[in-house]
């Protein structure tokens, strides 16, 4: 196990951050491109950040607290963020998505400071028996996963122009 | 073709702010992890970005203006910051990277400003012919592609640590 909780903390807490350095006032064809149909654009991933906050990590980490294995979490819906109709500009949505995440983490702390359990389990819809710190971890991973998918979303627009170095680029492995 | 000057600073003037917010202040732990040996950490991913300003980037575009198709470009050596025997700092290595970026954008844009042909060509030693703009948008791409690395390095070290969640996160897909 490699996970700490202090450690964890450090990334959840950069995440904001790091996406509002890359994003903020970046032309508007940088923030739209996506990866095709029916795939998500650097907004609609900060949306989805937000939803997260929302609906996903600490509400599971307080109902597996409370309900222990007795009941699953509620589902999450992972595509409702695309349901919401109102354009926010993308500054507009980092501001937002920085300040809940704090709210988060602030509630996270209190949560450890009262004595968190790391390995008290509840249970997943799907997976069935998961660890706090399991779900934590995953919020980190999440955190992660979705840096490198709008890293990797913004290359993909240039994969022509870079002529024959598309085989020397990463990031653009298909 | 989706390249345009502007657009492409605007990535290359970000990078070395996001790596600095990602990591700058990190526990040594999530600098020096890699994915195994011969594998790169965050802290020889900034060594190998800073090679690239002195060597790379700049200096090819100025050899392809200068010399065309008529000389393949010396070739880089994409091992060679692995030779610096002295340690410093992930937060030193972010601030040289910063400045050395800066310095290089102040060359990119007086030449832009120069009058820049975007069409010219040059020799690469493996590939044969390419565009200056080619060389331009690989640069931007190697950004992305490197941040990307980083952020899928930090993932793996709680591979195990998520637990089931593995299945549903991206940047963990072998």
Known sequence: MKFDFHEAIEILERTPGTLETLLSGL???W???NEGEGTWNASEVIDHLIEGEKTNWIPRLEFLLLEGESKPFPPFDR???????EEKSIEYKLHEFGI??????AKLRSIFESGLDLEKT????AFGQVKARELISTWVVHDLTHISQIVRVMAERYRADVGPWV??????KK
Chains 1, 2 share one sequence.
């Open 79 to 85: 595509f409702s963020h695309l349901n919401d109709a």
């Open 122 to 125: 509840g249970t997943h819809p």
């Open 27 to 29: 032309s508007p064809d």
């Open 167 to 172: 085989e020397y680029l990463g990031v653009l």
């Open 100 to 105: 809940i995440r704090k709210e988060s983490l």
């Open 31 to 33: 923030v739209a491109c």
